[in-house]
């Protein structure tokens, strides 16, 4: 039989070379350019919902600026005269409203925590959209080297057809054996069929992620990357930017049990005036008289205390802070996760190529030579060689599993 285990053994290894192949012929064609390298800088610079987030900082920018002012100042004035129209006064003044506590240091406060925090959160929503592009390219160039392995597969049943065939003409083959492998090949194109379904709806989940329209077309020039033990990410889950704004909330919400505070007095309210008046003085006439005050107003916080709003401000703050904890102990959760799986998966790689490939290719061998002797049948050969094909796509998938998890253990601990 010319079909001899080298054949198999290049089946298992092309299958994740093919795609880089693919991967090169695409660079020639018009559109965006996906690669694992270039995914977060395509996120930061064309995701929609990244670029509407970014108005948040300018919002609470804004805030930051409007916080802390003093009221303007009221101008007032005032005219009066007596029903013979002979007396009569005038009066203008400025009356300008001064806080009596910290209140315009702790708006202040507030506003800053909050820029920080929609900084943060902004900077989260960058972290999570970049390890979800990254994650789902993973997925579709596992897809791609499914396709590839698939695609290598065929092609060898079908030369295993024509020699099947021929076998027959001679007699030394039933028809039996070849509607066997035309079975093969029937299911092995239906699974095919069912990858190129699935690698357009995993291409076509990208394109909104990435800022492009579904007429555009998106080349992934990328390829199923090989398993790395040598760079494990490191890090410390609590620099997460979701935590960090977690942490300015829950600052800002200090700071407004202060500002709540300091609400309990209200401003002063301090006052220049000049009145310019024409009276009657008998037996003299009528005299101008011209007079300069100074005119103060103070509240009483007799009814209002502000507990109200205090104990709100209390109950937030409380809040903020447990969520801020409860944020960390999940952030270590999913590495520790992340790693378990990691760990998973490259042990049930390091079982597949060095345990159970070499085995169903020592096996294939074995019944290849038994198949020539006539003491195995086809069915033997065919079912110890979707053993080795099973074992490619598993090893896909392992690899897969391994990246995907890599990236999650990344994203969560806020990697570049």
């Known amino acids: 039989m010319s079909f001899s285990i080298h054949r198999w053994c290049g089946v298992f290894t092309l299958a994740l070379l093919l795609p880089s192949a693919l991967a090169a012929d695409d660079t020639a064609r018009p559109g965006l350019k996906l690669s694992l390298s270039n ?57 300008q409203d001064i806080p009596v506590t910290a209140r315009l240091r702790h708006e202040k406060e507030v506003s800053l925590a909050e820029l920080q925090a929609a900084e943060a959160e902004v900077a989260d929503l960058e972290r999570r959209l970049i390890g979800q592009v990254r994650e789902g390219l993973i997925g579709l160039l596992a897809l791609r080297a499914q396709k590839s392995n698939g695609a290598l597969q065929a092609k060898v049943l079908q030369e295993l057809l024509t020699f099947i065939e021929s076998q027959v003409a001679k007699a030394e083959a039933s028809t039996f054996d070849v509607n066997q492998v035309k079975m093969e090949r029937a299911q092995l194109g239906l699974a095919m069929r069912r990858l190129e379904v699935e690698h357009t709806l995993a291409l076509s989940a990208l394109k909104p992620l990435l800022g492009v329209r579904p007429n555009e077309h998106l080349l992934v020039i990328d390829s199923l990357p090989n398993l790395d033990t040598q760079h494990t990410p490191t890090g410390d889950a609590s620099s997460r930017p979701d935590i960090k704004a977690a942490g300015h909330l829950a600052e800002a919400a200090e700071r407004e049990i202060q500002l709540e505070r300091a609400k309990r007095y209200d401003d002063l309210s301090v006052g220049l005036f000049l009145e310019r008046a024409l009276e009657e003085d008998a037996p003299e006439g009528l005299e101008r008289e011209t007079a300069i005050g100074v005119r103060v107003s103070f509240p009483i916080p007799f009814w209002n205390k502000n507990k109200g709003a205090i104990e709100e401000k209390t109950a937030k703050h409380l809040r903020l802070t447990k969520e801020k904890q409860a944020l960390e102990s999940n952030a270590l959760h999913e590495s520790a996760n992340a790693r378990l799986t990691m760990q998973a998966q490259q042990e049930l790689l390091t079982e597949i190529n060095q345990t159970l490939v070499p085995q169903a290719t020592e096996q294939i061998n074995d019944l290849e030579q038994a198949h020539k002797q006539g003491l195995y049948d086809l069915r033997s050969v065919l079912l110890a060689r979707r053993q080795l094909i099973e074992l490619s796509a598993a090893r896909i998938d392992a690899l897969r599993d391994y990246h995907r998890a890599r990236i999650h253990l990344e994203t969560s601990l806020a990697l570049p």
């Not at 930061?44 to 609470?60: D, F, K």
């Not at 930051?64 to 007396?87: I, K, M, W, Y």
Request: aromatic letters at 6%.
């Open 39 to 95: 995914a977060g800088s395509i996120v930061r610079a064309q995701n929609p919902t990244l670029a509407a987030a970014r108005y948040q900082i300018g919002e609470a920018r804004g805030r930051l600026r409007q916080a802390g002012l003093l009221n303007n100042p009221e101008a007032e004035t005032s005219f009066q005269h007596d029903p013979t129209f002979r007396e009569h006064s005038a009066e203008i003044g400025l009356t």
